[in-house]
């Protein structure tokens, strides 16, 4: 009561339309897909879905003209396997097409929400590179990105932490920042040692308004110079 509901999809091939009570009302692009079904939600009644995949972009806006990585593909698998199919079309035929992941319903905060979380551990800068894309819902202020490290056991001191505030005006956001750190434990061949980065979303009052799973990395750097 009182959150977002969204539908995800992993491994969907190629295209889908989503319809809700027989009405199509959205199209999902593979392999990763996600639908915001909170306008479609009435408290104890449930949503009715049907998912339609097609594999050639059949009863959708999305054009082979659109798509250029999957026609690229396509036109290339049909050239290194033109011994076994006649054209693209017979190609097509053997075209996988469905769900090869999970389908699940995810609860997330009305106010705000994480969407994705990028760590990048440099050995030569000294520091943890953190990209985190997020989506405001509703305009409150006072809200803070909350970047802490562990330990995979959860232990936290003295490691690396940061709070930036955030502007709930733009609604989609992407902060980039580095957390300084000058001697982490390096990851080994043989010693794979690895941190947890906990990213949260708080509010004024320090209160929890979303997290994402802790997103575990290690220190390991191969370069060139000279």
Same mark, same amino acid.
């Given at each position: 009561k009182g959150r977002r509901i969204f539908l995800v999809i992993e491994g969907l091939q190629c295209d889908a339309v989503v319809h809700v009570a027989g009405k199509p009302v959205a %199209?999902?692009?593979?392999? %990763?897909?996600?639908?915001?079904?909170?306008?479609?939600?009435?408290?104890?009644?449930?949503?009715?879905?049907?998912?339609?995949?097609?594999?050639?972009?059949?009863? !959708?806006?999305?054009?082979?003209?659109? =798509?250029?990585?999957?026609?690229?593909?396509? !036109?290339? &698998?049909?050239? =290194?396997?033109?011994?076994?199919?006649?054209? %693209?079309?017979?190609?097509?035929?053997?075209?996988? &097409?469905?769900?090869?992941?999970? &389908?699940?319903? %995810?609860s997330h905060s009305p106010v705000a929400r994480i969407e994705n979380t990028v760590v990048s551990p440099s050995v030569k800068e000294g520091a943890l590179g953190v990209t985190v894309s997020l989506r405001h819902f509703e305009k409150t202020s006072g809200l803070r990105l909350k970047l802490a490290v562990c330990e995979t056991n959860? &232990?936290?001191?003295?490691?690396?932490?940061l709070e930036k505030s955030l502007d709930a005006s733009v609604e989609a956001q992407e902060?980039? !920042?580095?957390?300084?750190?000058?001697?982490?434990q390096l990851w080994k061949v043989g010693a794979a040692y690895l941190y947890q980065l906990r990213v949260s979303i708080v509010d004024s009052r320090g209160n929890t308004v979303d997290a994402c799973p802790p997103v575990r990395f290690g220190f390991r750097e191969i370069r060139i110079s000279g």
């Open positions: %199209e999902l692009r593979g392999p %990763e897909a996600e639908l915001d079904l909170t306008g479609f939600a009435q408290a104890g009644k449930p949503i009715p879905l049907r998912l339609w995949i097609t594999r050639a972009w059949e009863g !959708t806006s999305n054009t082979r003209a659109l =798509d250029a990585l999957r026609s690229a593909c396509l !036109t290339g &698998v049909a050239a =290194d396997l033109a011994r076994w199919y006649k054209d %693209e079309q017979d190609l097509l035929k053997g075209v996988t &097409v469905g769900i090869n992941g999970r &389908v699940r319903l %995810e959860g &232990v936290s001191v003295g490691l690396p932490s902060i980039t !920042t580095s957390l300084p750190w000058a001697n982490p």
